[in-house]
């Protein structure tokens, strides 16, 4: 999802933008 994006191109991830949520719209636009 969101964070496995932040991650593959070493962007810093904000968890206070981001929680943990894998179902939520913007999770499942990626």
Do not use: L
């Amino acid at each position: 999802a969101v964070k496995d994006y932040y991650d593959k191109n070493g962007i810093a991830y904000d968890k206070s933008k981001f929680p943990a949520c894998e179902d939520c719209e913007s999770c499942r636009m990626v």
